[in-house]
């Protein structure tokens, strides 16, 4: 079974312009989630959906939003880049939406460079 | 609020040696906890999950409700052990919600020839 698929895996971009990122989740999996790694706050929950409705979100302001797909897949976006989104976002797929019994696969995540 | 604390950012142990990663929490209800590895250049995969009680590679984690604890464990370290190491709380599920993970900082675990 192919893995969580992130594309792309490097972005660069420079302040003020949006980016769109994409996940495709493990075949059979209906819930997506995203994660924003730093080195300063590590790794901070930014939302989740499960058959194309948010159902958690995290503390980020607006200009992060996404989106999923009636086939899963899911696309996150930010607008008006600021420095301080330069990051390492991962996308993690799983069979239901509770963790304790469906865990999370993690993708290997793209990086974003905001200039 | 939820909060990891994992005090140790680099873990350094010789081969055969006991290792024990630290996680503390802080959270009013009863969480489930998780262990994520993190080998180089591989994705972030879990490792066990409190609720199972299992052990995976040789490692253990205990859930110590009165200090707030979930140690990592493993008798005889191996070399391939060296990866990074976080501890996850997933809170209680929201009415209508999702359940979602909440992460330490993370230790980098070496283990030396």
């Known amino acids: 079974k192919a893995g969580v698929t992130q594309t792309p895996r490097y972005l660069i971009k420079t302040r003020g312009q949006q980016v769109t990122l994409s996940c495709s989740p493990i075949s059979g999996h209906r819930s997506v989630s995203w994660y924003q790694q730093t080195p300063g706050q590590g790794l901070q929950f930014l939302f989740e959906?499960?058959?194309?409705?948010?159902?958690n979100k995290g503390n980020f302001p607006g200009r992060f939003s996404g989106r999923q797909f009636s086939n899963s897949r899911s696309e996150m976006n930010v607008s008006t880049l600021e420095l301080g989104d330069s990051a390492l976002y991962l996308c993690a797929s799983s069979l239901g939406h509770r963790l304790r019994s469906s865990p999370l696969h993690f993708g290997n995540g793209t990086r974003l460079t905001v200039t | 609020a939820q909060r990891v604390t994992q005090p140790e950012k680099l873990l350094s142990v010789f081969k055969g040696a006991p290792v024990e990663l630290k996680c503390n929490y802080s959270y009013s209800g009863s969480p489930e906890l998780f262990w994520y590895v993190q080998y180089s250049r591989q994705r972030l995969q879990l490792l066990l999950r409190h609720i199972s009680r299992e052990s995976i590679k040789g490692f253990t984690a205990d859930l110590n409700k009165g200090e707030t604890s979930f140690h990592l464990k493993k008798p005889f370290a191996q070399e391939e052990d060296s990866a990074m190491y976080y501890c996850a709380l997933s809170p209680l599920i929201t009415q209508g919600g999702s359940e979602k993970l909440v992460f330490g900082k993370g230790t980098k675990l070496t283990v030396n020839p």
């Open positions: 959906y499960f058959s194309e409705t948010q159902r």
